[in-house]
């Protein structure tokens, strides 16, 4: 079946342009994670959707940063007024939530953020 | 703070020998311990995990080893083929706590370089 996907896979924008990424995760999986990994950096988790609760906003660097969840499928993550810390590729993660188990995270290919 | 250390960012071994990958944390609260292996423009993929009961678990050329008490784990890799070339993270979480959120910490990765 279809992987998580990103998009778009690669974005330049301006500083202080507003930006959405768009991940779409595997179907039927109903926790859904934002990371991003700046340069040399591991990955950092930004935000957690399950289902239709509340997200876990706890990694999100800044109140630029916002994501939201439609219909319990599709994520958009926006920066507004980019930065150039937030050059970055911004993963997106789906898995399984079968409670009591750690649910193997499936990755997207990322979106390549540059902000000049 | 880095909770999650990879303190070799690169490691070359000859095709056919073991690669040995290492990893340390700091949490004592991780209780679930994973290895990703990442592909230049591709999204991190599931490799091996290990639960913090086991001190070892084995899947085919990939073993992963756990010591609790030094707060280390390591990834076997026997015998190293041309197609392990790529960057391998490591990666803890805490599953008996936040509310399911299962979010990964990751180290800063390791490029594996394997000559053939």
């Known amino acids: 079946g279809a992987g998580v996907s990103q998009s778009p896979s690669n974005k330049v924008t301006e500083k202080g342009k507003d930006v959405e990424l768009r991940c779409d995760p595997i179907?039927?999986?109903?926790?859904l994670y934002w990371y991003r990994q700046s340069l040399g950096q591991g990955l950092e988790f930004l935000i957690y959707?399950?289902?239709?609760?509340?997200?876990?906003k706890s990694g999100l660097p800044s109140d630029r940063f916002s994501a939201e969840r439609t219909g319990g499928s599709v994520s958009t993550l926006t920066i507004q007024r980019t930065q150039q810390e937030d050059s970055a590729v911004y993963l997106c993660?789906?898995?399984?939530?079968?409670?009591?188990?750690?649910?193997?995270?499936?990755f997207g290919p990322g979106t390549r953020l540059t902000v000049l | 703070d880095q909770q999650v250390k990879q303190n070799s960012p690169s490691l070359s071994v000859q095709e056919g020998r073991i690669s040995i990958l290492n990893c340390d944390y700091t949490n004592s609260m991780f209780d679930y311990f994973l290895w990703y292996k990442k592909y230049p423009a591709e999204g991190p993929t599931f490799l091996i995990s290990i639960s913090s009961i086991k001190d070892k678990n084995e899947d085919g050329r990939f073993t992963v080893f756990l010591n609790k008490s030094a707060k280390h784990l390591s990834l076997h890799i026997v015998p190293s083929q041309p197609g392990d070339s790529a960057v391998y993270f490591c990666?803890?979480?805490?599953?008996?706590?936040?509310?399911?959120?299962?979010?990964?910490?990751f180290g800063t990765g390791t490029r594996l370089t394997i000559i053939p």
């Open positions: 179907s039927g999986h109903t926790a």
């Open positions: 959707f399950q289902g239709n609760s509340a997200p876990d």
């Open positions: 990666a803890a979480s805490e599953t008996r706590s936040n509310f399911g959120n299962e979010k990964l910490t």
């Open positions: 993660a789906s898995s399984l939530s079968r409670g009591g188990y750690l649910n193997t995270q499936y």
